[in-house]
Protein backbone atom coordinates (compact mmCIF):
# COMPACT_ATOMS: atom_id res chain seq x y z
CA UNK A 1 0.00 0.00 0.00
CA UNK A 2 3.16 2.35 -0.28
CA UNK A 3 2.40 5.32 -1.73
CA UNK A 4 -1.46 5.22 -1.81
CA UNK A 5 -3.58 8.11 -0.93
CA UNK A 6 -7.59 7.58 -0.12
CA UNK A 7 -9.97 9.85 -1.97
CA UNK A 8 -13.53 10.50 -0.55
CA UNK A 9 -15.56 11.49 -3.37
CA UNK A 10 -18.54 14.28 -2.22
CA UNK A 11 -19.50 12.48 0.57
CA UNK A 12 -20.77 16.16 2.08
CA UNK A 13 -23.86 16.82 4.20
CA UNK A 14 -25.61 18.42 1.27
CA UNK A 15 -24.91 15.37 -1.18
CA UNK A 16 -25.53 12.43 1.57
CA UNK A 17 -26.11 14.18 4.77
CA UNK A 18 -28.61 16.07 6.59
CA UNK A 19 -28.77 18.92 3.91
CA UNK A 20 -29.43 16.17 1.49
CA UNK A 21 -31.55 16.76 -2.28
CA UNK A 22 -30.77 13.31 -2.88
CA UNK A 23 -33.26 11.14 -0.93
CA UNK A 24 -32.42 8.15 -3.39
CA UNK A 25 -28.55 8.39 -2.89
CA UNK A 26 -28.41 8.48 0.60
CA UNK A 27 -30.58 5.33 0.89
CA UNK A 28 -28.35 4.02 -1.69
CA UNK A 29 -25.50 4.56 0.86
CA UNK A 30 -27.44 3.81 3.97
CA UNK A 31 -28.25 -0.09 2.45
CA UNK A 32 -24.70 -0.55 1.18
CA UNK A 33 -23.57 0.97 4.63
CA UNK A 34 -21.44 3.42 2.90
CA UNK A 35 -21.31 5.75 5.51
CA UNK A 36 -19.62 3.62 8.36
CA UNK A 37 -17.74 1.63 6.30
CA UNK A 38 -15.82 4.73 4.53
CA UNK A 39 -15.73 5.91 8.25
CA UNK A 40 -13.77 2.61 8.95
CA UNK A 41 -11.42 3.03 6.11
CA UNK A 42 -10.20 6.65 6.80
CA UNK A 43 -9.51 5.37 10.79
CA UNK A 44 -7.60 2.77 9.33
CA UNK A 45 -5.67 4.97 6.82
CA UNK A 46 -4.76 7.69 9.06
CA UNK A 47 -3.36 4.74 11.37
CA UNK A 48 -1.13 4.01 8.45
CA UNK A 49 0.17 7.13 7.66
CA UNK A 50 -2.05 6.86 4.39
CA UNK A 51 -2.95 10.75 3.45
CA UNK A 52 -7.05 11.07 3.59
CA UNK A 53 -8.30 13.65 0.51
CA UNK A 54 -11.84 15.18 0.25
CA UNK A 55 -12.56 15.48 -2.70
CA UNK A 56 -15.51 18.31 -2.51
CA UNK A 57 -17.76 20.28 -4.76
CA UNK A 58 -19.62 23.53 -4.03
CA UNK A 59 -20.54 27.06 -6.44
CA UNK A 60 -20.05 30.66 -5.64
CA UNK A 61 -23.00 32.65 -5.31
CA UNK A 62 -21.84 34.19 -8.28
CA UNK A 63 -21.91 31.28 -10.52
CA UNK A 64 -17.89 32.35 -10.89
CA UNK A 65 -15.68 29.41 -11.91
CA UNK A 66 -18.61 27.39 -12.60
CA UNK A 67 -20.16 26.15 -16.11
CA UNK A 68 -23.92 26.57 -15.25
CA UNK A 69 -25.56 25.76 -18.57
CA UNK A 70 -23.94 22.75 -19.97
CA UNK A 71 -24.83 20.20 -18.46
CA UNK A 72 -28.70 18.71 -17.91
CA UNK A 73 -28.03 18.06 -14.34
CA UNK A 74 -26.59 21.22 -13.17
CA UNK A 75 -28.62 22.97 -15.05
CA UNK A 76 -31.51 20.97 -12.86
CA UNK A 77 -29.79 22.00 -10.10
CA UNK A 78 -29.15 24.99 -9.92
CA UNK A 79 -32.85 26.20 -10.00
CA UNK A 80 -31.92 26.51 -6.36
CA UNK A 81 -29.91 29.36 -5.93
CA UNK A 82 -28.71 28.00 -2.41
CA UNK A 83 -27.57 24.77 -3.72
CA UNK A 84 -24.15 23.94 -2.34
CA UNK A 85 -22.86 27.13 -1.71
CA UNK A 86 -19.36 27.72 -0.90
CA UNK A 87 -18.93 28.23 3.61
CA UNK A 88 -22.40 26.81 4.01
CA UNK A 89 -22.87 23.92 6.06
CA UNK A 90 -23.92 21.73 2.40
CA UNK A 91 -20.58 21.78 1.52
CA UNK A 92 -19.39 20.32 4.91
CA UNK A 93 -17.54 17.18 4.82
CA UNK A 94 -20.24 14.62 6.84
CA UNK A 95 -18.89 15.13 10.81
CA UNK A 96 -18.40 11.39 11.31
CA UNK A 97 -15.61 11.57 8.10
CA UNK A 98 -13.69 14.70 9.26
CA UNK A 99 -10.19 14.47 10.54
CA UNK A 100 -7.96 17.70 11.22
CA UNK A 101 -5.29 16.05 9.50
CA UNK A 102 -7.50 15.36 6.62
CA UNK A 103 -6.84 17.10 3.15
CA UNK A 104 -9.23 18.56 0.80
CA UNK A 105 -9.44 19.18 -2.59
CA UNK A 106 -12.43 21.49 -3.60
CA UNK A 107 -13.91 21.91 -7.42
CA UNK A 108 -16.66 24.31 -8.61
CA UNK A 109 -17.51 23.01 -12.24
CA UNK A 110 -17.42 19.69 -13.55
CA UNK A 111 -17.70 16.16 -12.21
CA UNK A 112 -13.86 14.99 -11.83
CA UNK A 113 -12.26 15.76 -8.87
CA UNK A 114 -8.82 16.11 -11.26
CA UNK A 115 -10.06 18.82 -14.01
CA UNK A 116 -9.45 22.19 -12.87
CA UNK A 117 -7.78 21.27 -8.99
CA UNK A 118 -4.74 21.38 -7.80
CA UNK A 119 -5.56 17.25 -6.56
CA UNK A 120 -3.10 15.82 -9.30
CA UNK A 121 -0.60 18.30 -8.14
CA UNK A 122 -1.06 17.47 -4.36
CA UNK A 123 -0.63 13.88 -5.28
CA UNK A 124 2.66 14.25 -6.81
CA UNK A 125 3.90 16.09 -3.98
CA UNK A 126 3.27 13.30 -1.49
CA UNK A 127 4.60 10.73 -4.09
CA UNK A 128 1.35 8.97 -4.46
CA UNK A 129 1.13 6.30 -7.55
CA UNK A 130 -2.17 4.76 -6.35
CA UNK A 131 -5.10 5.94 -5.28
CA UNK A 132 -8.36 4.38 -3.40
CA UNK A 133 -11.74 5.85 -3.73
CA UNK A 134 -14.57 5.69 -1.98
CA UNK A 135 -18.09 7.61 -1.98
CA UNK A 136 -20.35 8.69 -4.30
CA UNK A 137 -21.61 8.40 -6.59
CA UNK A 138 -21.44 5.58 -9.15
CA UNK A 139 -23.20 7.06 -11.54
CA UNK A 140 -20.71 10.15 -12.17
CA UNK A 141 -18.32 11.00 -9.80
CA UNK A 142 -16.46 7.88 -9.26
CA UNK A 143 -16.20 6.55 -13.13
CA UNK A 144 -15.25 10.25 -13.50
CA UNK A 145 -12.24 9.61 -10.80
CA UNK A 146 -11.27 6.44 -11.98
CA UNK A 147 -10.90 7.13 -15.67
CA UNK A 148 -8.82 10.60 -15.15
CA UNK A 149 -6.80 8.70 -13.07
CA UNK A 150 -6.30 6.49 -14.85
CA UNK A 151 -5.50 8.86 -17.71
CA UNK A 152 -3.00 10.49 -15.01
CA UNK A 153 -1.15 7.19 -14.79
CA UNK A 154 -2.26 6.26 -11.20
CA UNK A 155 -3.13 3.25 -10.57
CA UNK A 156 -6.84 3.16 -8.75
CA UNK A 157 -9.05 0.85 -6.62
CA UNK A 158 -12.74 1.16 -5.83
CA UNK A 159 -14.01 0.21 -2.50
CA UNK A 160 -17.45 -1.55 -4.11
CA UNK A 161 -19.26 -1.49 -0.37
CA UNK A 162 -18.38 1.97 0.21
CA UNK A 163 -19.54 3.33 -3.16
CA UNK A 164 -22.93 3.91 -3.84
CA UNK A 165 -25.28 5.13 -7.10
CA UNK A 166 -29.17 4.80 -7.83
CA UNK A 167 -30.88 2.95 -9.58
CA UNK A 168 -29.06 0.01 -7.59
CA UNK A 169 -28.93 -2.41 -10.26
CA UNK A 170 -27.50 0.30 -12.34
CA UNK A 171 -24.74 1.19 -9.77
CA UNK A 172 -23.75 -2.61 -9.33
CA UNK A 173 -23.69 -2.78 -13.39
CA UNK A 174 -21.38 0.17 -13.36
CA UNK A 175 -19.08 -1.50 -11.29
CA UNK A 176 -19.09 -4.74 -12.94
CA UNK A 177 -19.46 -3.37 -16.32
CA UNK A 178 -17.03 0.23 -16.33
CA UNK A 179 -14.97 0.14 -12.98
CA UNK A 180 -13.61 -3.35 -13.45
CA UNK A 181 -12.19 -1.93 -17.02
CA UNK A 182 -10.38 0.55 -14.74
CA UNK A 183 -9.73 -0.55 -11.31
CA UNK A 184 -9.03 -2.94 -8.85
CA UNK A 185 -12.35 -3.83 -7.39
CA UNK A 186 -12.31 -4.79 -3.37
CA UNK A 187 -14.48 -4.86 -0.56
CA UNK A 188 -14.35 -2.72 2.93
CA UNK A 189 -13.34 -5.74 4.92
CA UNK A 190 -10.57 -7.26 2.54
CA UNK A 191 -8.86 -3.38 2.25
CA UNK A 192 -8.41 -3.32 5.97
CA UNK A 193 -6.94 -6.38 6.11
CA UNK A 194 -4.46 -5.36 3.31
CA UNK A 195 -4.11 -2.48 5.05
CA UNK A 196 -3.13 -4.17 8.72
CA UNK A 197 -0.96 -6.07 6.90
CA UNK A 198 1.48 -3.84 5.02
CA UNK A 199 0.62 -0.59 7.01
CA UNK A 200 0.89 -1.16 10.23
Excluded: W
Excluded at 5 to 20: H, N, P, W
Excluded at 37 to 53: D, K
Excluded at 130 to 152: R, T
Amino acid sequence: MARTAVLVMEMQRGVVGDLTKFPELVAACEAHDVIPHTAAILEAARAAGIPVIHCTAAFRADRAGSHTDNCPFIVALLKDPAHMLEATPAVEVLPELRDPGDLESRRYHGFSPFTGTSLDMRLRSLGVSHVIAVGVSLNLGIPGLALEAVNLGYRVTVVTDAVAGIPDDYARAVLRNTISLLATRVRTGDLLKQMLGSEA
